[in-house]
């Protein structure tokens, strides 16, 4: 991804990144990492995550990663001082929380870069404007800002793009999900994913559009996967009952979940983290947006489609829609997802038969 340019300052033995809380975010980060994986291929590179991410991210080459646990209690100077005793040179704060500033501010490095925010930018002395303008409207895409940062250590960088594979040795995965998997792979193609998790109500969609989608699609000749997050089975049973076609691994931990995206041909999603984890796979999506900003949240790029209704009060960044019938999630119908869905196929087949 590095295209020109060299970092400004003296080239940095250890590198720590953080990158803590929601799996999407972490992921949209990525190509940042392997960017600056690239430029300092001689550094050691350290990344913190989410103990529950850890795993995942563990199965890139070229970065450490550091579990952060909220649990753990053996308290904030013991975490700070781990750090300290790693003697970074370079730190970057990809999320620049009142937290993750003092961890900056209290690491030893010389170099500390971060969001210019109220009451975080003291702990930084290479600043960088947000990815957020006045109103709630986010000024480009997310995995780009997050490239900002390494552009302000002098880099010079090509545009976000996916770079996140995933690949897994099959003893790295579990039994249950293989047996599956092997049934999954005798399945027509082209097959679809889809994901109805929404960690905000207000970003949910009704069972009975998700249902009228997927008989539209199966009918098509297209084979449905639903991909329920943990403890969802329930929940979505009602829709397997009334489109038995569809069909629903066993329950998957992440890696499980990152090498089943990766053999889907689209997946139709939520907002969520399992869209995120397919853009930075370079698996097409269709995104189902409300309440959030596709200007902030969705590649710009034919193969990740937003759908959204348009409505006045979309997007408004509300866990909890205020109106009663909660229209920018209600009235996306299954046929404005299905054409989508038909569109993005169609540019699939158009790149392989360029690329044959």
Same mark, same amino acid.
């Given at each position: 991804?590095?295209?020109?340019?060299?970092?400004?300052?003296?080239?940095?033995?250890?590198?720590?990144?953080?990158?803590?809380?929601?799996?999407?975010?972490?992921?949209?980060?990525?190509?940042?990492?392997?960017?600056?994986?690239?430029?300092?291929?001689?550094?050691?590179?350290?990344?913190?995550?989410?103990?529950?991410?850890?795993?995942? &991210?563990?199965?890139?080459?070229?970065?450490?990663?550091?579990?952060?646990?909220?649990?753990?209690?053996?308290?904030?100077?013991? %975490?700070?001082?781990?750090?300290?005793?790693? *003697?970074?040179?370079?730190?970057?704060?990809?999320?620049?929380?009142?937290?993750?500033?003092?961890?900056?501010?209290?690491?030893?490095?010389? %170099?500390?870069?971060?969001?210019?925010?109220? %009451?975080?930018?003291?702990?930084?002395?290479?600043?960088?404007?947000?990815?957020?303008?006045?109103?709630?409207?986010?000024?480009? &895409?997310?995995?780009?800002? &997050?490239?900002?940062?390494?552009?302000?250590?002098?880099?010079?960088?090509?545009?976000?793009?996916?770079?996140?594979?995933?690949?897994?040795?099959?003893?790295?995965?579990?039994?249950?999900?293989?047996?599956?998997?092997?049934?999954?792979?005798?399945?027509?193609?082209?097959?679809?994913?889809?994901?109805?998790?929404?960690?905000?109500?207000?970003?949910?969609?009704?069972?009975?559009?998700?249902?009228?989608?997927?008989?539209?699609?199966?009918?098509?000749?297209?084979?449905?996967?639903?991909?329920?997050?943990?403890?969802?089975?329930?929940?979505?049973?009602?829709?397997?009952?009334?489109?038995?076609?569809?069909?629903?691994?066993?329950?998957?931990?992440?890696?499980?979940?990152?090498?089943?995206?990766?053999?889907?041909?689209?997946?139709?999603?939520?907002?969520?983290?399992?869209? *995120?984890?397919?853009?930075?796979?370079?698996?097409?999506?269709?995104?189902? &947006?409300?309440?959030?900003?596709?200007?902030?949240?969705?590649?710009?790029?034919?193969?990740?489609?937003?759908?959204?209704?348009?409505?006045?009060?979309?997007?408004?960044?509300?866990?909890?829609?205020?109106?009663?019938?909660?229209?920018?999630?209600?009235?996306?119908?299954?046929?404005?997802?299905?054409?989508?869905?038909?569109?993005?196929?169609?540019?699939?087949?158009?790149?392989?038969?360029?690329?044959?």
């Amino acid at each position: 991804m590095r295209e020109a340019g060299s970092l400004s300052i003296a080239a940095p033995r250890r590198v720590l990144m953080i990158r803590r809380r929601a799996l999407g975010d972490a992921l949209v980060t990525l190509p940042a990492v392997l960017s600056l994986h690239e430029a300092l291929p001689d550094a050691e590179l350290d990344l913190v995550v989410d103990r529950s991410l850890a795993k995942l &991210f563990g199965s890139r080459a070229g970065v450490n990663v550091l579990a952060w646990d909220e649990r753990d209690r053996l308290g904030a100077l013991a %975490w700070i001082g781990m750090l300290r005793r790693r *003697h970074y040179d370079l730190v970057i704060d990809f999320l620049s929380t009142p937290q993750t500033a003092l961890w900056t501010a209290l690491s030893g490095a010389r %170099w500390r870069v971060g969001y210019d925010l109220r %009451w975080r930018s003291w702990a930084y002395n290479v600043r960088v404007p947000r990815n957020r303008s006045r109103d709630l409207s986010l000024r480009q &895409f997310a995995g780009e800002s &997050f490239l900002d940062p390494l552009r302000a250590l002098g880099l010079s960088l090509l545009p976000w793009l996916p770079r996140g594979r995933f690949d897994f040795a099959d003893s790295q995965l579990g039994g249950p999900y293989l047996r599956w998997r092997a049934r999954l792979e005798a399945r027509a193609r082209p097959r679809l994913g889809l994901v109805l998790s929404a960690t905000w109500p207000a970003k949910s969609w009704p069972l009975a559009a998700a249902a009228r989608l997927a008989r539209i699609i199966l009918r098509e000749g297209t084979t449905v996967v639903l991909l329920p997050g943990p403890g969802e089975e329930s929940v979505l049973a009602p829709l397997l009952a009334e489109v038995p076609e569809i069909i629903c691994p066993p329950p998957t931990d992440l890696c499980e979940l990152a090498d089943l995206v990766g053999r889907l041909d689209v997946l139709v999603a939520t907002d969520s983290g399992p869209r *995120h984890l397919a853009a930075v796979m370079g698996v097409p999506t269709v995104t189902l &947006f409300g309440p959030t900003d596709p200007g902030g949240w969705n590649p710009e790029h034919p193969l990740h489609v937003a759908v959204r209704t348009g409505e006045d009060c979309s997007p408004c960044d509300l866990p909890l829609c205020p109106l009663p019938d909660h229209p920018c999630m209600t009235r996306l119908s299954a046929e404005m997802v299905a054409e989508a869905v038909r569109q993005v196929l169609s540019g699939v087949r158009t790149v392989d038969a360029a690329d044959s």
